[in-house]
């Protein structure tokens, strides 16, 4: 399809105060048709050709370690294809985060399509925000499946209100952090919570903070999902503390230095509430 007939993914999509309220309150939430079915058998196809066209990885999963076999890990789709451009850059899922953590106007960080093969193993609990040197609680990523989620594939569970916890260490996505996140959510009570079957353009929305973690896929179906981080306009960034900050710091701000305002030509301002 050509890019210019691509839905826009301009319009708004109007959350409920309830729903900002479990956002703020949890640390996550779950909106069902974010994309119409007509809006994700459009972009489906174009995303997962550009993400298949991208990868880098051609080990067989057995040869991976924890990490590599969680998921297919393709980044910053958004400047290698015109198609996952208009998605990633799309106005309408910009202004739900924005919203949803009430902030005047939003900036990416970047995308990266998730893609859990048959046979992937268990996405190890985590933080995102380990990776981020960004001076600011207010992140959020937008996970949303290309395809439905049903007959075993399962989506992402949270911790509630972990995100109230704010950083927990310095843990990579690795077997250490799932058993170490696993023993505080114990140890805590933390609530599990997951949305439950999806649909194609349905998506969760989750703090750069709130703990998370998958099952592994069982079937044979790929599990396809576009994730776009964002995080919040006037956010200055930090002095790395761990090597993979360190390495975000280089690779989304090109030429910034901690306590730069976080607004590099990698960091396109998406929306901005008027007035």
Known sequence: MPICALPELST???????????????GHVCLRGVCSPEEISAYGPVIRDAALRCNPETRPVKERDTYGKAFLQIMNLW????????FTLA???????????GVPGVRLYHDQALFKEPGGGPTPWHQDQYYWPLDTSNTITLWMPLVPLRGGIGPMTFASESHRLGYLG?????DESDRVFRKLIADR????D?????????????????LHGAPRNPTETLREVMTVIYFADGARLLK????NRKADLAAWFSGLKPGDLAASEMNPLLYRREG
Not at 94 to 101: E, Q, T, V, Y
Not at 170 to 174: A, G, T, V, W
Not at 194 to 210: N, V, Y
């Open 240 to 243: 790395p503390d761990n090597a």
């Open 189 to 192: 009570g933390l609530r599990l």
């Open 79 to 86: 400047l290698q294809d015109g198609g996952a451009r208009r």
């Open 91 to 101: 106005r309408r899922f910009a202004k739900i985060a924005a919203d949803l953590m």
């Open 194 to 210: 997951s949305p439950g079957e999806m649909e194609a353009g349905d998506a969760t929305f989750h703090s750069g903070w709130t």
């Open 170 to 174: 310095e843990f990579k996505i690795s």
């Open 12 to 26: 708004d999509y109007v959350l409920s105060a309830e729903q900002i309220a479990a956002y703020r309150a949890n």
